[in-house]
């Protein structure tokens, strides 16, 4: 019996631990992570998306900074209708900056997302948002 709960509890761990690591094998699992949070709870995402970094989680000053400038611009542009990715662009297999395009009701807001993997995990490298991004559109024909 004790053998029994033994394998049970090595069999849940090592079930957790995969789930955990897959959770965050790609920057477009965090992304989707992050913008299924996004949608219920910006704070909450943020703190997510600052998670995946050590570095960067203990920064409290700028993870308030990002909520505090989140929060300042819905008030401005009103409510979050969604988002597109833009574009991805990878310096060798680990940095890689993607690019989206969070749709408010007054304007759209560049949203640009840096992740590194130093070594099997990515996490969070920079990010920033603005709505002055019209110089990076491309004709299309």
């Not at 992050?34 to 709870?41: C, G, I, P, Y």
């Not at 570095?55 to 819905?74: D, I, P, Q, V």
């Not at 807001?109 to 130093?118: N, S, W």
Request: charged share 25%; hydrophobic share 40%; glycine share 4%.
């Amino acid at each position: 019996m004790k053998r029994t709960i033994i394998i049970i509890a090595a069999a849940i761990a090592m079930f957790a631990f995969c789930n955990t690591a897959k959770a965050q094998n790609t920057p477009e699992d965090i992304m989707a992570k992050f913008f299924t949070m996004f949608n219920d709870d910006v704070n909450k995402a943020i703190d997510y998306l600052f998670s995946t970094n050590d570095w960067l989680e203990s920064n409290k000053e700028g993870t308030t900074a990002m909520k505090e400038k989140f929060e300042a611009s819905r008030k401005l542009l009103g409510n979050f209708n969604g988002y597109e990715l833009a574009g991805k662009y990878y310096l060798g297999e680990s940095y890689a900056k993607y690019v989206y395009v969070l749709k408010y009701d007054r304007q759209p807001v560049e949203f640009v997302v840096t992740m590194y993997r130093p070594d099997k995990i990515w996490k969070l490298q920079n990010m920033n948002f603005h709505s002055d991004f019209e110089k990076d559109m491309v004709k299309v024909e």
